[in-house]
Structure formats: structure tokens, C-alpha cells
């Protein structure tokens, strides 16, 4: 009977101490007070994209007023190494002035514009998309560059555009 037991409670244990992947892992919603880890600027309070990072415990979420910096913040090696999953507005399916939370997306399959005549809360906006389609016809539109997510360096963060 023990060993019945003990074969029956494995799985639930080896549940208990499982890892927590990515691919678990979905975004938070922001609300009114929230306050940006890097700047401590009010995050819906400003237009344009946001971001939020889920370090590798599964549960601290450092978020952000604006993708540019969630990118500054996940750059700094001592940060980027802690990162288990970013997540970035889709520009390309919510409003810019007051992005929807619905529309998170991974920020590593995002596709970026960069040097937009768009304003965005902390400088140049680094504006995020789901397709290259999407963000060549906004750069089309509004100016800039498309960059993938590898392309976006704490040395262009630092240029004007």
C-alpha cells in the first residue's frame, strides 16, 4: 500500500518542481497606477508602446512606460541574463494613443520601427509590430527604420535616430 502510495504522489511532487518556461508565461494587465521600473514615470498616463519583462522566477514583472525602456532596462547585461519573457504592444492592432493590454505580443518575434516621426514618452519611439508588413507600411507612413528584435542595441537607443 506504501508503495502505491508513494508511485501515486511522484507526479504531483515532480509538479510542484517543475520550471517555469516561456512559453507559460502571459502578460499582465497595466493599470492607472502603475509606475515604469526605469523611470518611475506613471505608465498609462503616456501614448505609445509599452513593455513588460518576466524575470526567470516566474513572478517578478518589471514594466515599462515605453518599449524603449524595457529595451534599455533588458540590455544591461546584469538585466538581460534574468529575463525569462518580454512582451511589447502590437502597434499594428491597438491605438497609440492608449494601447489595449490585449494587444501584447513576444517582443523577441516583433518586428521594430525606429527613427518615427511618432512621439512616443522617452525619446525616439522604438514602435513594436507582429508582422514586417505591418511595420513597413507604419514606416512608410510615419518615417523610420524596420529593425528585428536582435537589431535593437543600447548604442542606437543612445542615437537620435
Known sequence: MKKL???ALIPLLSA????????????????????CHLCGMMITKYPGPKGQVI???GETR???CSSRDMFNYVLQPENGRRTLA????????????????????????????????????MGPAVAPFSSREAAEKFAAEYGGR???????????LKSEH
Not at 19 to 34: F, G, I
Open 62 to 64: 518589471p514594466q515599462f
Open 86 to 121: 518580454l512582451f511589447v504592444h502590437d502597434m499594428g492592432a491597438t491605438n497609440w494613443e492608449t494601447p489595449d493590454d490585449s494587444a501584447f505580443i513576444d517582443a523577441k518575434s516583433a518586428f521594430y520601427v525606429y527613427g518615427t516621426s511618432k512621439k512616443a514618452v
Open 5 to 7: 502510495l508513494i508511485a
Open 146 to 156: 524596420v529593425l528585428g528584435f536582435d537589431d535593437i542595441s543600447l548604442e542606437l
Open 16 to 35: 510542484c518542481f517543475s520550471e517555469v518556461t516561456a512559453t507559460d508565461l502571459r502578460p499582465e494587465p497595466l493599470h492607472d497606477h502603475d509606475r
Open 55 to 57: 524575470l526567470n522566477d
